[in-house]
């Protein structure tokens, strides 16, 4: 399989890499989606569902972001992590809901949550944060602020009511 792959695109995955039982190959971004279809279309490989999409912030490390795209092929029983590397403040890759609609939702996720762009994403809004949130929470780089849980407003006033008080 993974020789497959490799001679059908030489110059844009590079690995394979194996850890615990899981085989990463690294794909040049800008033919991410060219390789997932290729792993979609062809009948030798079948990797029709895509399960899972995440993202590592590696700051300060360059390339910064990795983003991982876990596929599986039903009708072989194969899996296989493509991993994506990407720089910058901004960082961005081209949507894979062409190749898999599953990604959609995904996508949403990393975006919102790590700040990926998903170039071509067909509804590219948060998913979990309001609208109107500034910035990306799981971002290393960012702020981290405390918000004082709302039951210790009246903290003096349970004091002074308990059966022990001193008065």
Known sequence: MIDLIKSQFPEAVSGPIEF??????????????????FLRDDPALKFDLLSDVSAVDHFPAQPRFAVNY?????????????????????????????????????????????GIAFDGHPDPRR?????????????KDAAQFYEE???????????????????
């Open 20 to 37: 615990h039982g899981e085989t990463t190959l690294v794909v040049q971004p800008d033919r991410l989606i060219e390789v997932c279809t």
């Open 70 to 114: 876990h596929v599986y092929s039903l009708e072989n029983n194969r899996e296989l992590r493509l991993k994506v590397w990407l720089d910058g403040e901004q960082p961005h890759v081209a949507s894979a809901t062409a190749v898999w609609p599953g990604a959609n939702w995904h996508e949403r996720e990393v975006w919102d949550l790590m």
């Open 127 to 139: 998913i979990f944060l309001p609208e109107d949130y500034l910035g990306h929470p799981l971002r």
């Open 149 to 167: 849980p709302q039951f210790t407003h009246n903290f003096d006033l349970i004091e002074s009511q308990k059966p022990y008080a001193k008065e």
